[in-house]
């Protein structure tokens, strides 16, 4: 009986190699559809087609590379092939043997050839300890990446030692390979964060890991250090969402880094106040003893032993944890009943003003909102058509901590007056009265309002932590319509090969050298304190900017930072608007501004063939031979026009030749103009960006955007000719004389 059965294997055998002759001449030929229709055939003239592919691919190896092979292509089609004729499927003795030769191809066999196997010879019913011994047998072998994807695959890790599997892993960094390895087991994911934590601890000797693996395949020392190790952790924390305390020592580090940093940024930079500084050290250090060891020696370096002895008093630092002039300090101070610690005054508080940005609206007219029925007035004010806001957002800076930035103050600028609303607060009584949807309906609306110009810098990312505060706002950057994203126009500044002028002088911008010899305390400004500097002449003073935005009540320090960061955006918008040409911004440019946040401008390839740009700026719909007919000729006398105020000189020109103009003067806003417009019946000219916020208020082809780059006569020729307006010699200064 068994002489049968091995002759009969044999007959397959021969049977499936002829059969693979045929297939690779095909697959040779690229003859793929009477490929497919020969597999299905030879499989089914076959005795055991189960055998008869792992016949296949033993006699073969071109399946042992990456890629699409022959190989795969027949398995794949076996797999499929088995679901049409489930009664080939082996089971008992016969199985068991299939099993153990599949096993053996797994063994050098890529990853996408995995899964087809395993489903076909039905791998998840095999003994579970023949399966572990193979896969030890794989790693004894030195092949660590294959015994860990095949235990991935038949679901062993249970069963195994996660720091025995995952170690030669990670010293070949395969990083990937280590997290798909835990993904799935909470257990796992524990048990291997406190492994690379035991080794992150101080003193421990990485080399002791290494030494075990000598010789290792693709082995890269470099990359296996406390640093990637730190790294690794965090992102696992992060992805897994496990208790960051399961891992004191990674988290002890990254804190004590943190430490480094404040100290820096206050006795080095000294872009931080003593107030915003010492809170962030006492929320970084807390409770933990070896954090306020290292926080005192910081201490001694920068600063004093007196210092040193006030923060140990803070802290309830035992006397023997403390170096010998610092106890003595302590001693003094508690001699002389001193408790809390003098808060120093910078002496150059005053001198700000007359250094950086200043509000130009009254105190008063900050608004810090806490209740929804608080935030009722904003949204009244906010949500107008033609309305133009400055919109910022601040959060607690997490110094690289695990998880998303939550807002904790979103800033809304409006000419006259800025709203600061309190997020956590607000979201807090949304939960409370069982209302969420209702203040992020509002946000959105805002956002999707395309007659509200939004104005922001670097808006994508302030979205983005905006949705990982609030879950029913994740597709607010997707509905944006009509935001300025000023970071996109900072981008073009820098690229000006044009000087920055001020009122047709240079920015007065204090070097480095400068600021340090005469100041004490600035560095080069960068970001959207640089942006405020080159446009407006002075830069945001940014002390504040890592504040602890959670903690309540804010400092008046960070409100008036706060609102200045929203109400600068709206200054900036406004002289970029009335002088593009002399910040090197053409008038293209700034009509190509307003869109969405981080979603590039298409290209002239991109756009939609429905979608035609005119040399105004306006865009006609449908191709040339659709363009509809030139409006009816009329006299100047029968045009009536209200330019806006960067365009009085296509004003003065308009009027010399008989056409109605009234203009705006230089401080009157832009909106003026729409309201002049639906009163007197007049056409608004304008240019640039507030063409996107006026052609909303009035009719169709109420609004016209002229190229500003342009000379005042050749933007008075693109007016007549569009609107069909017939100048005669009669009415050149008509208007003049009358």
Known sequence: MNQDSDSSDQLTGQDALLLLKTLQLLWTKKEMKKLKEEIGQGFAGLED??????????????????????????????????????????????????????????????????DPLISIYQLHTADRNYL?????????????????????????????????MCTPLLLQDKTNLVEDYVGEYPELQSKLLQILDTWCEPGFNISNITRQYQGLFRYKPDK????????????????????????????????????????????VEKTMTQENWADHVQSTVGENRWLQGHLIQLLISYCDLNTAARWAQRCDLPKEMLPYGVADELQK???????????????????????????????????????????????????????????????RPSFGMVGKPRVSLLQIALKDEVFLLDLPRLLEQAETEGEKEKLPHFIQML?????????????????????????ALKDTDKQAQGVVDLLKVDKQLQKSSIDWKKGGRKVNVLSPEQSYEDRGFRQPEKG????????????????????????????????????????????????????????????????????????????????NKQEVPSPSGQQRKGSDKDTPCPPAPISPKEFSVVCDNMLQGLGRYLRCLGVDVRMLENDDDHRKAAEIARQEGRVILTSGLPYQTLQSQVAEGRCFSVNCSEKAKEQALQVLKHFNVQVSLADIFSRCQS
């Open 132 to 164: 572990l011994e193979h896969v030890s047998h794989l790693y004894h072998r030195g092949h660590y990446k294959e015994a860990a994807m095949l235990s991935i695959k038949l679901k062993l890790q249970p069963d195994q030692d996660v720091e025995k």
């Open 447 to 471: 956002y999707s309002d395309a007659a509200i110009t939004k104005l922001g810098y670097g808006m994508s990312g302030d979205l983005n932590s905006l949705a990982a505060t609030w879950s």
């Open 49 to 114: 087609p189960l055998a008869g592919l792992l016949d296949m691919l033993e006699s073969s190896s071109d399946w042992k590379g990456k890629g699409h092979s022959l190989g795969y292509y027949i398995t794949t089609e076996l797999q499929l092939w088995i679901k049409e004729h489930p009664a080939v499927q082996q089971s008992g003795i016969k199985l068991k043997k299939l099993q153990a030769r599949v096993l053996r191809i797994l063994a050098q066999c890529p990853a996408n050839l995995l």
């Open 224 to 267: 296996f250090n406390r640093k990637m190790l730190s790294k690794l952790v965090f992102r696992l924390l992060d992805r897994f969402n496990v208790d960051p305390a399961l891992c004191p020592n990674v988290i002890n580090q990254r804190h004590l880094r943190t430490l480094n940093y404040l100290f820096y940024k206050r006795f």
């Open 528 to 607: 959207l304190s640089l942006l405020v500097q080159h446009v407006l002449g002075k830069p945001l003073d940014k002390t504040e900017q890592l504040s602890n935005w959670e903690k309540r009540p804010l400092r008046e320090e960070q409100i008036l930072y706060a609102a200045s960061d929203a109400y600068c955006l709206l200054e900036i918008y406004e002289k970029l608007c009335k002088d593009p040409a002399s910040f090197g911004l053409s008038s293209d440019l700034t009509e190509s501004l307003v869109g969405k946040p981080s979603i590039k401008p298409r290209t002239k390839k991109q756009l």
């Open 333 to 395: 101070l508690q001699i002389q009943g001193r408790v809390e610690e003098a808060v120093k005054v910078d002496n150059y508080e005053e001198s700000k003003k007359k250094d950086y940005y200043q509000l130009p609206i009254p105190r008063a007219n900050i608004h810090f909102l806490q209740t929804w029925e608080e935030t009722l007035p904003c949204w009244e004010k906010v949500l107008q058509p033609g309305q133009v806001v400055g919109i910022d957002m601040e959060w």
